[in-house]
């Protein structure tokens, strides 16, 4: 926006930030659907609600998500108020909900505790093609176990809401990055073989080498992925226990039916990732096929110390990118229970019918059948014809001879025969037509 001190804008100005977009009609049914359909499941699955405020202090960020990471270094929005706060726009949902985890003391709730919720996230990423700066998720999560059951329930109820959706080509990638013990063996590894390799390395991984190897794995700079085919892999450095929890969350997955591929290179772009790591992708088919991700998620029983709890809180989750859903051609447009099909159309003509209308229409929603109308209009024609590019099964003609008589009449649209009803009656007459 350029024109600061003007008062009024130049039409060529009006426009909403870049990598931001304004929901509206079937787009927006669209996301609302889905959001009815991933909660029916989420709950189905024994997860709870929680809603946490899109602003959070940036330190739950700058923590937990880790140095080194392209969210916290370069996409997060980050923003002073007035009063002096460092706040940040999540970038992510699951740092917020674990903060909601200590501060409400869920810790001494029955564990584990199941959350799920969606919203909106924001990363100052470079727009394009199902990638943009204010984005939707949905995530679900359960805290308070180390059980590997858990991370498959994560899984499952992730594969579930995604295929309800309609997406078929799915395919999982899976990795197990460990825990404290074998992760230090595994980095030094992975830094010695960085070193030894050195001069094939870009600088921004250089620079990443410093501050967090791992993130070295998931770097975009070609140079560096052709060196990462040989780089050597975590699940080799995994500690009996950690082996065990990787072995026994693909046993799940292969009871289940679900495919994987394990993927060593695997770490995603989070820090605070322990054990299981996994991606969700749509394998694309034809000319510039490359696989998409849909969802992400992994374990992070370390991310609740590091924003303050006193004992580590195992915990896993997962989270469905939704814009990418919505926006994809096998996506079931799932309607929202709030759209209902009209069974009627509304008529008014004149005055006298004008001005009761809005009272009919008062008994028809108490009645919970839905109907269509446009108020705005007079003519009979202009509203007849609107009915009839509905296609709604019945009209209701409202005239200032009914509205004298506190009478309506019922036309049915397929064959053109009408009765007048008398209000009190409507309703009873409405409920034996098919
Ligand atoms: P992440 O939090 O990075 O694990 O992302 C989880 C999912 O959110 C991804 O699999 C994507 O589907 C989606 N996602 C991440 N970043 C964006 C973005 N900038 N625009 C749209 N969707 C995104």
Request: glycine share 6%.
């Amino acid at each position: 926006m350029k024109n600061k001190i003007s008062k009024n804008l130049k039409i060529e100005d009006v426009t909403s930030p870049k990598g931001m977009r304004d929901l509206m009609n079937e787009e927006y049914y669209a996301f609302q659907g889905f959001f009815e359909k991933a909660q029916e499941i989420a709950v189905y699955y024994g997860f709870k609600p929680l809603e946490t405020p899109i602003l959070e202090h940036e330190e739950i960020f700058t923590t937990g998500i880790g140095q080194g990471t392209d969210i916290v270094e370069k996409e997060m929005y980050n923003l002073k108020t007035k009063g002096g706060d460092n706040l940040a726009l999540r970038p992510e949902h699951t740092a917020p909900l674990v903060r909601a985890y200590i501060e409400h003391g869920m810790q001494s709730m029955p564990q584990p505790v199941m959350l799920y919720q969606y919203g909106p996230s924001f990363r100052h990423e470079k727009p394009q093609r199902g990638r943009y700066r204010q984005f939707w998720q949905f995530d679900s999560d359960v805290l308070g176990s180390e059980k590997s059951i858990m991370d498959a329930l994560v899984i499952k109820t992730c594969m579930t809401i995604l295929e309800e959706a309609g997406a078929t080509n799915l395919s999982i990638d899976i990795n197990s990055i460990g825990d404290k013990e074998c992760r230090n063996a595994y980095t030094k590894e992975l830094t010695n073989y960085y070193k030894k390799n050195l001069s094939q390395l870009p600088s921004v991984d250089r620079e990443r080498l410093k501050i967090n190897p791992l993130r070295i794995l998931d770097s975009k700079e070609e140079k560096t992925k052709e060196l990462n085919i040989n780089a050597p892999d975590s699940i080799s450095f995994l500690c009996p226990s950690c082996k065990k929890h990787f072995k026994e969350v693909l046993e799940y997955l292969e009871e289940m039916g679900i495919q994987y591929n394990i993927n060593k290179n695997l770490v995603r772009g989070l820090s605070y990732y322990t054990r299981t790591v996994f991606e969700v992708l749509e394998e694309t088919t034809g000319e510039n096929s490359s696989a998409i991700a849909l969802a992400g998620g992994g374990r992070y029983d370390y991310l609740a110390r590091q924003i303050g709890s006193k004992k580590d809180v195992p915990a896993v989750g997962m989270s469905i990118g939704v814009d990418r859903i919505v926006a994809s051609p096998w996506y079931k447009k799932l309607a929202p229970r709030i759209l209902k099909k009209p069974k009627i159309y509304f008529i008014q003509l004149g005055t006298e019918a004008k001005l009761k209308s809005l009272n009919i229409i008062e008994i028809l929603r108490k009645a919970h059948i839905p109907i269509a109308q446009s108020l705005s209009k007079d003519s009979l024609s202009s509203q007849l014809a609107i009915a009839e590019k509905l296609a709604v099964p019945y009209a209701l003609i409202f005239g200032v001879k009914e509205a004298l008589d506190n009478s309506v009449i019922v036309r049915d649209m397929s064959n053109r025969s009408q009765n007048t009803v008398k209000l009190t009656e409507l309703l009873e007459y409405l409920k034996e037509l098919k």
